[in-house]
């Protein structure tokens, strides 16, 4: 079950959080970018913190890479198992979720953007159509040798009799939809971020550490098209030196305090 807001505390930093206000009510086209610390409230731990998955357990990592995967059976059959209970299939949108889809409706949204693999957005009411999935989805499986896509559910439903589960089409090695260690971006998908990048007023980062590259780039590139960059997280990234605001608090308590002024200010 998703936490409850957090809303009401105080903030810790009420400049930073009028300066990020201000922006975005001024705009006319928001693109989001989110990272892991977006679904944490969810129960989907994130990666580099001090709780991350790779923090906590070392060898999640190692059984990231895309070689190692597609080169030993019994990484796969690991893969697998952690797959088949992975919090995401008990996980439900939370209050930055909901709140970032009631900023689609109010037609300011250009896109969001999210480094997120658990289609935690597309739950929460926002149309996929607006959803950039950079890094992939949990929620289909592909094959590395044809292509072919399946729901992630009807090949996880095929482990009670298969360890290592195969393509139906072509017998090719399957994983999950998703980008690996040592895999390259879909460059379509990568074009249709920067493109989002560019044609917005304020560039919204909520969530992310901000040190994976190129994801991170997006943000130079929506500076470089004269936007503002606006930084919601938990932690310092990189890029605070450079944003027009930045808000160093709970996310489930800033993002959904954020829109409600977006709302307000594009009320007729």
Request: charged share 25%.
């Amino acid at each position: 079950m998703a936490s409850t807001s957090t809303e009401s505390a105080p903030l810790s930093d009420p400049e930073g959080f009028e300066r990020a206000a201000e922006l975005l009510e001024s705009a006319e086209r928001i693109t989001v970018l989110t990272g892991a610390g977006v679904s944490t409230d969810s129960g989907i731990p994130d990666f580099r913190g001090p709780q991350g998955l790779w923090t906590s357990d070392p060898n999640a990592q190692a059984l990231s890479d895309i070689d190692t995967y597609m080169g030993d059976i019994n990484v796969r059959r690991e893969v697998w198992l952690q797959r088949r209970v992975h919090q995401v299939w008990r996980a439900e949108p939370n209050e930055a979720h909901r709140a970032l889809a009631r900023l689609e409706g109010t037609g300011r949204l250009r896109a969001l953007i999210t480094q997120n693999i658990d289609g935690l957005h597309q739950l929460g009411g926002l149309p996929a159509d607006r959803v950039i999935e950079v890094h992939g989805t949990m929620l289909r499986v592909m094959c590395m040798a044809c292509g072919l896509r399946t729901p992630s559910a009807t090949v996880l439903a095929r482990l009670d009799e298969e360890s290592d589960p195969r393509c139906v089409e072509c017998g090719g090695i399957q994983k999950s939809d998703t980008i690996s260690f040592g895999q390259r971006l879909d460059p379509e998908v990568v074009e249709e971020a920067s493109r989002a990048a560019r044609e917005c007023d304020v560039f919204l980062a909520v969530g992310t550490s901000l040190t994976v590259h190129p994801v991170a780039g997006l943000c130079d590139v929506a500076m470089m098209g004269r936007a503002s960059l606006v930084i919601v997280n938990a932690e310092p990234t990189p890029y605070d030196d450079y944003a027009g605001a930045v808000v160093h608090d709970s996310i489930g308590r800033v993002v959904p305090a954020l829109v409600e002024r977006v709302v307000r200010a594009a009320a007729p």
